[in-house]
Nanobody
Framework: KVRLVESGGGSVETGGSLRLSCVASGVTYDTYAMGWFRQRPGQEREPVAGIGTTGLAAYYDGSVKGRFTISHDKPNNTLYLQMNDLKLEDAGNYYC????????????????WGQGTQVTVSS
């Protein structure tokens, strides 16, 4: 069974940085896509960044381009999200997602999700 465990969330001031990690276990797929979603208070979960089945960064939401970097350490089954220059609107619960299909991952319809890690940004 696929299990995703996120860590690295916390509280920072605007302009600060955090690095989120997601360790995947139980993955039996030869290829798969992974990504990060964010859920802000009172809002739906939205895609932030994702890596395609080839292991290359496939997309970034426009609001995080140039500030966030997604990377995948496949031998260690760990997905990262380096978040720099954090803004108040980046606050929320960040979820890791995995799917055999890039588009299922991107649409958020995957069955494999982590429990989330909270990011708080204050001014």
């Amino acid at each position: 069974k696929v299990r995703l465990v996120e860590s690295g969330g916390g509280s920072v001031e605007t302009g600060g940085s955090l690095r989120l990690s997601c360790v995947a276990s139980g993955v039996t797929y030869d290829t798969y896509a992974m990504g990060w979603f964010r859920q802000r208070p009172g809002q739906e979960r939205e895609p932030v960044a994702g890596i395609g089945t080839t292991g290359l960064a496939a997309y970034y939401d426009g609001s995080v381009k140039g500030r966030f970097t997604i990377s995948h350490d496949k031998p260690n089954n760990t997905l990262y999200l380096q978040m720099n220059d954090l803004k108040l609107e980046d606050a929320g619960n960040y979820y890791c997602v995995l799917d055999r299909s890039y588009w299922s991952m991107r649409r958020g319809t995957s069955e494999h999700w982590g429990q989330g890690t909270q990011v708080t940004v204050s001014s």
